[in-house]
């Protein structure tokens, strides 16, 4: 943390800087989960910079999940879900992964609302343009900590109400004898646009993977299009595959 190279008046602000640096450290390991950050004090002697950009640095990381302030005896480095393996075997939803993980889940409701489709959604879900499509677009967090940015569109006659489901779209599909069977998956590379690092609490740029699902009814009829953003440090999917000739 001693002034150096990595702190520079051109680099942006000083606080972020600082945050970046520190939030390098506890990726790398040098700070542990769950162990403490060195006193507010202590780092802004180390740093020479000020209490007020250094309490603001540590702002930013509990702001972005890295780190959690408990009252009285300073912020501690959480603990992030472990890479998590998802086979692409298995037409599971995002709730049945993490609970079969042991992570709680949540969810930050970016929009889920009734709309027009798109002319890509007009496609894929087989309604026409003038029909009405449900939206649902959420960032998707594992113990507190964001994984994905996820948004799902439905046809209204598959999901009349979007506000019906809370937590888990497939189970409001499933209790409406609505459950897919089927779905065809497409994964791409991408770097992180700003809104969608700042929102899964990465740097922009960083590497992460774009999904897209379309999940088919038992009679074939395609009843969900999801386009989705994973932190490209949090997945690996996996395949067996077998030779066949
Ligand atoms: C998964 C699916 C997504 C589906 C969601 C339902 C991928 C890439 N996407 O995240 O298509 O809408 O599960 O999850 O796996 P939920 O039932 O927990 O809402």
Redesign the pocket.
């Known amino acids: 943390l001693r002034p150096g190279s990595w702190l520079s008046k051109k680099s942006g602000p000083l606080y972020r800087q600082l945050s970046m640096r520190l939030e390098r450290g506890i990726s790398m390991g040098l700070l542990l989960p769950n162990t403490s950050l060195p006193a507010e004090r202590d780092i802004a002697d180390l740093t020479a910079l000020s209490r007020v950009t250094v309490r603001k640095a540590i702002q930013e990381l509990a702001n972005k999940g890295v780190v959690e302030q408990r009252h009285g005896s300073g912020s501690f480095v959480k603990d992030r879900p472990s890479k998590v393996e998802?086979s692409l075997t298995h037409l599971?939803?995002?709730?049945?992964d993490m609970l079969a993980r042991g992570y709680q889940?949540s969810a930050i409701w970016l929009e889920r609302t009734i709309r027009r489709p798109s002319p890509d959604e007009v496609l894929t879900l087989g309604v026409s343009a003038g029909a009405s499509v449900a939206c649902l677009d959420r960032l998707?967090e594992a113990n507190g900590l964001p994984m994905?940015i996820?948004r799902?569109v439905l046809p209204v006659d598959v999901l009349p109400n979007p506000d019906d489901?809370s937590?888990?779209?497939?189970?409001v599909l499933g209790r409406n004898g609505m459950r897919p069977v089927r779905?065809v998956?497409k994964i791409s590379a991408i770097n992180l646009e700003i809104r969608e690092a700042e929102l899964l609490g990465v740097d922009e740029g960083m590497a992460g993977l774009s999904?897209q699902?379309i999940?088919y009814l038992d009679n074939g009829r395609a009843i969900?299009l999801?386009k989705?953003t994973y932190r490209g440090d949090a997945y690996d999917f996996v395949a067996e595959l077998r030779f066949s000739n």
């Open positions: 998802q599971t939803s995002f709730s049945e889940t998707r994905a996820e799902a489901v937590s888990s779209l497939y189970e779905a998956q999904i699902r999940s969900e999801t989705s």
